[in-house]
């Protein structure tokens, strides 16, 4: 993992090694890979170079050729290489007081080198130990005294399940929502079907809420991750933002949720690296698109999105993708909670992830049949069964932070094997 460096020498005391926040435009940072610190040594301050890059709207390439790394935007470009106390900031030679070093495996720039050069400013906040940027065409904010230490979690644990044939709500929403109720739902992802009229989400929202049921907005699929695609993915956050602008306060969304699933296309394997480029612009686009709306924002992904890393980079493409959201869903679909390959094993290190950038998760498994195998489904088997093993992964994963409950995908499936085990 790339990490920026920032000068102190100006601001804090030499022995002083206190724990740093750093904040662009107002929002704090997170940082997965450990907190801020002061290298007593150097009188530096370390903050992983990826989020703030991300932050300053910069794009970060490593060569390890070269032992050098480069940060650009535009026509903007800096290239540092490791040990050298220079580097070549739109081809022209510039020093600077710290070089770039590799420590524990990551390698350190200086973030006010970094930062000035791509025209940001910087203020130390001494009092708070802050650092905060501020990135052209914004006023400067500094944020609220402390950042939140706490995941916002619930009150309760989620029980949520998705529902994709939307024409159900107009003739099935009694017997839907006694479903509801009696497995204790908290939520539902409830599809988008424009051709159902709003009356009718209306009241199955109302419905739901009736019984303490949350109602979010579900829609998606796997070429929303093309950017070409954009109009289809602005198209439902506008419907969803009229819709509520028009309803009852008992009766809107309480989020988005995208089930967005590029790995099933065969573009996945010829052309990766592109497809979670466009991935992540889309991403980043969802962000654009929801900012103060109020909408929680929750992302469909597999178990295994860990592996998949940001192009160019070390950085686990999952986390990327718990930075733009609110809260997860892992596709965990096995039907054993233990086990190396079981519910638990799979969910940890996206848990991790998750409690360090201080997200939700929620950690979903399948009913309806498979052609994966019979080990990703509880489709052969019980509702008895599956409560068992969601109850064994519960026990294991309720210590993660980041831990906020189950999803059982989807109801038709589920409802069907409840009547079938009966």
């Known amino acids: 993992m790339l990490v920026i460096l920032l000068s102190t020498a100006n601001f804090l005391p030499a022995l002083a090694a ?14 997965p890979d450990g907190a801020p610190y002061v290298d007593v040594k150097s009188k530096r301050t370390m903050v992983p170079v990826r989020f703030v890059a991300e932050r300053l709207g910069l794009s970060v390439q ?7 790394v480069t940060l650009s935007k535009k026509d903007e470009t800096i290239h540092l290489t490791i040990g050298q106390n220079r580097a070549q900031v739109n081809g022209k030679d510039v020093t ?36 905060v940027v501020t990135t052209p065409g914004h006023a400067k904010v500094v944020p609220p005294p402390s950042p939140p230490s706490t995941i916002d979690r619930t009150s309760q644990i989620q029980r949520g399940t998705w529902i994709w044939n939307a024409s159900l709500i107009k003739t099935e929403q009694e017997s839907i929502l006694k479903f509801a109720s009696d497995n204790k739902l908290t939520t539902i992802y409830l599809q988008i079907d424009k051709d159902i009229p709003a009356v009718a989400y209306q009241h199955f929202v109302r419905g739901a809420k009736e019984k303490q049921i949350k109602v979010e907005a579900l829609e998606g699929r796997p070429n929303w991750a093309f950017t070409h695609n954009q ?18 306060a008992d009766e809107r969304f309480e989020g988005l949720h995208f089930d967005i699933e590029p790995y099933i296309l065969a573009e996945w394997k010829t052309k990766n690296q592109l497809v979670i480029e466009n991935w992540m612009n889309n991403m980043r686009f969802i962000e654009r698109e929801t900012k103060g709306s109020g909408l929680k924002i929750t992302l469909d992904i597999p178990f295994w999105l860990h592996l998949v890393k940001v192009p160019s980079s070390n950085y686990s493409f999952s986390a990327w993708l718990l930075e733009k959201v609110d809260s997860v869903v892992i596709m965990d679909y096995r039907n054993a909670a233990l086990g190396n390959d079981g519910i638990v094993a799979n969910a940890k290190t996206i848990l991790k992830e998750a409690s360090t950038l201080k997200k939700n998760v929620i950690v979903a498994v399948e009913t309806a049949p498979s052609s994966e195998g019979a080990f990703t489904t509880f489709y052969s088997l019980s509702t008895g069964a599956m409560k068992a093993e969601l109850k064994k992964a519960e026990e294991q994963l309720s210590q993660y932070p980041s831990y906020a409950g189950y999803a059982i995908h989807n109801y038709e499936s589920w409802a069907a094997l409840d009547a079938k085990s009966k």
């Open 18 to 31: 206190p724990q740093v926040h750093v904040a662009v435009d107002g929002q704090y940072v997170s940082f």
């Open 231 to 248: 109009n289809q993915i602005k198209q439902f956050i506008s419907w969803v933002k009229s819709y509520n602008a028009a309803a009852g």
């Open 62 to 68: 490593w060569n390890g050729e070269t032992n050098q």
């Open 96 to 131: 600077f007081d710290a070089p770039a070093v590799i420590k524990n495996k990551r390698t350190m720039v200086p973030l006010r080198f970094i930062s000035e050069a791509f025209h940001a400013q910087i203020d130390w906040i001494a009092e708070r130990n802050l650092v």
